[in-house]
């Protein structure tokens, strides 16, 4: 099986510093992992993914996150938060071979002070 | 653009009633889902479908049913027996059910209330 958890269901930071979301996931397989950012009433959509290859992945928005094996961790970090940044983020994971649902973590509400 | 287009956006009916939330997409995918998300606990699936006139319970599809008639479409109907049906419905679609490195496209989302 495989699952994910997210620390902190709620995060403040202010205006330009650093953000910081913590994934960590458990799977007995190589996983697939995602971040995704969701603005109030409004659907996801994709931050970053993580397949193979480079550890460090870069997304939308300044974004970015590393996969740690030892750690079993994808955490999504941004050097200065911005106003347009305060929305709600998921981590999720998928297997590799064949299909496997994607889980999602419960979320990360990101509150930007000003 | 391509897209997935939920409707409506708000949705309220009284309890007993069946109600049916919409699903479109024009991406030419294979796979869709319909999610359900309440405060605090992410997102859980409802049902899946890897292909026209297939699709299969997820997690919790009790109450709940769908049909896939054609490629595009993947309505989600809520019915009488869905003890808590409140809740905010996203409906998601995918290159293809087995490319599980192919991130999920979703849908703005229908808000139901029932009362």
């Known amino acids: 099986a495989q699952s994910v958890t997210q620390l902190g269901s709620h995060v403040s930071v202010s205006e330009g510093a650093l953000v910081l979301l913590r994934c960590n996931y458990s799977?007995?397989?190589?996983?697939?992992l995602f971040w995704y950012v969701q603005y109030p009433n409004q659907g996801l959509q994709l931050l970053l993914k993580?397949?193979?290859?480079?550890?460090l992945v870069k997304g939308i928005n300044g974004f970015e996150a590393e996969f740690k094996k030892s750690e079993t961790s994808f955490h999504l970090t941004k050097p200065s938060a911005h106003m347009s940044d305060a929305a709600e983020y998921f981590c999720?994971?998928?297997?590799?071979?064949?299909?496997?649902?994607?889980?999602f973590g419960i979320g990360t509400k990101l509150q930007v002070i000003p | 653009d391509g897209g997935i287009t939920q409707s409506p956006k708000y949705l309220f009916r009284k309890e007993g009633q069946n109600v049916t939330l919409s699903c479109e997409q024009n991406?030419?995918?294979?796979?869709m889902y319909w999610y359900r998300q309440d405060p605090g606990q992410g997102l859980r699936l409802i049902y899946y479908?890897?292909?026209?006139?297939?699709?299969q319970k997820g997690d919790i599809a009790e109450g709940y049913s769908v049909s896939r008639e054609k490629k595009e479409s993947f309505p989600l109907t809520v019915t009488s027996a869905q003890k808590n049906p409140t809740a905010f419905y996203l409906c998601a679609s995918s290159i293809a059910l087995e490319f599980n490195n192919s991130p999920l496209h979703f849908g703005n989302g229908t808000r139901l209330t029932v009362t």
């Open positions: 479908s890897q292909i026209v006139n297939d699709f």
């Open positions: 993580y397949t193979t290859g480079a550890t």
């Open positions: 799977s007995s397989v190589p996983p697939y």
């Open positions: 991406l030419n995918h294979d796979a």
């Open positions: 999720a994971v998928s297997r590799s071979g064949g299909y496997q649902k994607v889980t």
